[in-house]
Each structure stands twice: as structure tokens, then as C-alpha cells.
């Protein structure tokens, strides 16, 4: 089975309704990290002063592990759930996976 890794950007605001669809779904990955980062760019939403003061918007990335074949399922379903342009998107093939055990 073919794995790759999905990883989700989005703005904090939208954190945990993205959440609330991925775990309401546990079948549909190996399972998943958060992990709060910065956006740089022309085409990043500034919504807050500090924000646009320091050039960078607060932002999330939820990377999930899972099969490729569930893919189309998870997006079409936040999709539905959390429309919103600001809620971006890359997959990557994983070569290998496991643990060190």
C-alpha cells in the first residue's frame, strides 16, 4: 500500500475545526502531529497589527500520515467541512515507514 504524507496549512483560527473532522474519523490515518509555524509571502493573510507589523502570520500545519488512497476522501471531507481558501495543501510520497522498535 502506498503511503505519503499530507500536511494541512492553515490559519490558527480554523485549528480546531479542522481537528474536530480529522478525529472524528480515526480510521482515515496512522495518525497525525500539529505543529504552529509562520507564513511568508505575498499571498499570506495579515488579519492581526503584530502580524502585519512583523511581516508573518501565525499559522498551522496538521501533517498526517496515511494511505493514498484516502487522500481524496480526507480533503473531499474538510472540504465540506471547513471550506475556506486559506486552508492550503501539499502531499508527499513516503518511501518508508515504521518504527525504531
Known sequence: MTH???????PL?????????????PDWTD?????????FGPDVELP????????????CDVRLSLARDRVDLVLAALKQACPNPSIGYRI?????HG???
Open 92 to 96: 508527499i510520497p513516503v518511501e518508508s
Open 4 to 10: 505519503c504524507l499530507l500536511t494541512l496549512n492553515l
Open 31 to 39: 495518525g497525525f502531529s500539529v505543529v504552529h509555524t509562520e507564513a
Open 13 to 25: 483560527a480554523l485549528e480546531d475545526e479542522v481537528l474536530d473532522v480529522l478525529l472524528a474519523h
Open 48 to 59: 492581526t497589527v503584530m502580524e502585519q507589523i512583523r511581516g508573518r502570520a501565525k499559522r
Open 99 to 101: 518504527c525504531l522498535v
